[in-house]
C-alpha cells in the first residue's frame, strides 16, 4: 500500500459492486481495501486507518446505521453512505448519525469518486482550521492557547479547561452527533454514577457563556437520549 496515497474503504455485500468501486477509486489514484461483512470490516478497522469509509446499510450480519454512527465518533474517517434506501427520512437519519455525504443506488462511479475526492479536500481545509489556536464561529472568537472567548463587542470571558475541551470537539465536528461518551473520554475521565449529569453541566457552562439559549439553541442543539450537535457557523 503505498503510504503517500489516500486509504478508501469499501463496505458493501455485493462482489460487483465492491469490484467496480475498487477499479474506479484505484484508476483515480486512490489505495482501497473492499469488504462484503460488517465483522470482516471492523476487525480490519482496529489497524487500518482509512481516510473515507463508504458503507452500505444493507449489511448481512448487522445494522448499518450502528456502524455508520461508529464510524464518524470513533475512526476520524469520513463516512458516505452507499444505499438503495432512497427515502429522505432515511438520507436525514443517515447524515444525523454522522454520515458525511449519502449516495443511493444506482449510481455512476465518477459520482462517487467526485464525492470522495470533495470530502478529503474538505477535511484537509478543516485539519487546518481547527487546529489553530483562534477559531471564529457564530460571532465569536475562541482563543484556545488564552483560554478565552470574545464576543464581537470585544468582551471577553476565561474558558475553564475543561470547557475548553468541550467547545473544542463542537468546532471540530460541525453538525455532526456528539455523545456524552465521547466528551467524558476527551475529558480523560471515567463514568460514574452521575455520567450524564456532568457533561450535562458542562455544556450549560458552555452555553451560559455564550449565551446560547437551550429553549432555541443558535449554536449548540441537545439531542435527547442521544447527546449534542453544534449548529453554530464555523468561519474558514
Given at each position: 500500500m503505498?503510504p503517500q496515497?489516500s486509504?478508501i474503504t469499501?463496505l458493501?455485500d455485493?462482489?460487483e459492486i465492491?469490484?467496480m468501486?475498487?477499479t474506479a477509486?484505484?484508476?483515480?489514484?486512490?489505495?482501497?481495501k473492499?469488504f462484503g461483512?460488517s465483522?470482516d470490516f471492523e476487525?480490519?478497522?482496529?489497524?487500518?486507518?482509512?481516510?473515507v469509509?463508504?458503507?452500505d446499510?444493507?449489511?448481512?450480519?448487522?445494522?448499518?446505521l450502528?456502524?455508520v454512527?461508529?464510524?464518524a465518533?470513533?475512526?476520524g474517517?469520513a463516512?458516505?453512505i452507499?444505499?438503495?434506501?432512497?427515502?429522505?427520512?432515511?438520507k436525514?437519519?443517515?447524515?444525523e448519525?454522522?454520515a458525511d455525504?449519502y449516495i443511493?443506488k444506482?449510481?455512476e462511479?465518477?459520482?462517487?469518486?467526485?464525492?470522495v475526492?470533495a470530502?478529503?479536500?474538505r477535511n484537509?481545509?478543516k485539519?487546518?482550521e481547527?487546529?489553530?489556536?483562534?477559531v471564529?464561529?457564530?460571532?465569536w472568537?475562541a482563543?484556545?492557547?488564552?483560554?478565552?472567548?470574545t464576543?464581537?463587542?470585544?468582551?471577553t470571558?476565561d474558558?475553564s479547561h475543561a470547557?475548553?475541551?468541550?467547545?473544542?470537539?463542537?468546532?471540530?465536528?460541525?453538525?455532526?452527533?456528539?455523545?456524552r461518551d465521547?466528551?467524558f473520554?476527551?475529558?480523560?475521565?471515567?463514568?460514574?454514577?452521575?455520567?450524564d449529569?456532568a457533561?450535562d453541566?458542562?455544556?450549560?457552562r458552555?452555553r451560559?457563556k455564550?449565551?446560547?439559549?437551550p429553549?432555541n439553541?443558535?449554536?449548540?442543539?441537545t439531542?435527547?437520549g442521544a447527546?449534542y450537535i453544534f449548529?453554530?457557523n464555523?468561519?474558514?
Amino acid at each position: 500500500m503505498n503510504p503517500q496515497k489516500s486509504l478508501i474503504t469499501i463496505l458493501d455485500d455485493s462482489p460487483e459492486i465492491r469490484e467496480m468501486l475498487s477499479t474506479a477509486l484505484q484508476d483515480a489514484g486512490y489505495d482501497t481495501k473492499s469488504f462484503g461483512r460488517s465483522g470482516d470490516f471492523e476487525r480490519a478497522i482496529r489497524t487500518l486507518s482509512p481516510d473515507v469509509c463508504l458503507v452500505d446499510l444493507g449489511l448481512p450480519d448487522k445494522d448499518g446505521l450502528a456502524l455508520v454512527n461508529r464510524l464518524a465518533l470513533e475512526s476520524g474517517a469520513a463516512v458516505i453512505i452507499i444505499s438503495g434506501r432512497n427515502l429522505v427520512q432515511d438520507k436525514i437519519i443517515g447524515l444525523e448519525l454522522g454520515a458525511d455525504d449519502y449516495i443511493t443506488k444506482p449510481f455512476e462511479t465518477a459520482e462517487v469518486v467526485a464525492r470522495v475526492r470533495a470530502l478529503l479536500r474538505r477535511n484537509t481545509q478543516k485539519t487546518v482550521e481547527t487546529t489553530s489556536k483562534v477559531v471564529r464561529f457564530s460571532g465569536w472568537i475562541a482563543d484556545f492557547e488564552q483560554y478565552r472567548l470574545t464576543d464581537e463587542n470585544g468582551e471577553t470571558q476565561d474558558l475553564s479547561h475543561a470547557e475548553s475541551k468541550v467547545l473544542r470537539i463542537f468546532l471540530d465536528a460541525p453538525n455532526r452527533l456528539i455523545t456524552r461518551d465521547q466528551i467524558f473520554t476527551a475529558l480523560d475521565q471515567t463514568a460514574g454514577e452521575n455520567f450524564d449529569r456532568a457533561i450535562d453541566v458542562r455544556v450549560s457552562r458552555l452555553r451560559t457563556k455564550l449565551r446560547d439559549d437551550p429553549q432555541n439553541p443558535q449554536i449548540i442543539k441537545t439531542i435527547y437520549g442521544a447527546g449534542y450537535i453544534f449548529i453554530g457557523n464555523v468561519e474558514g
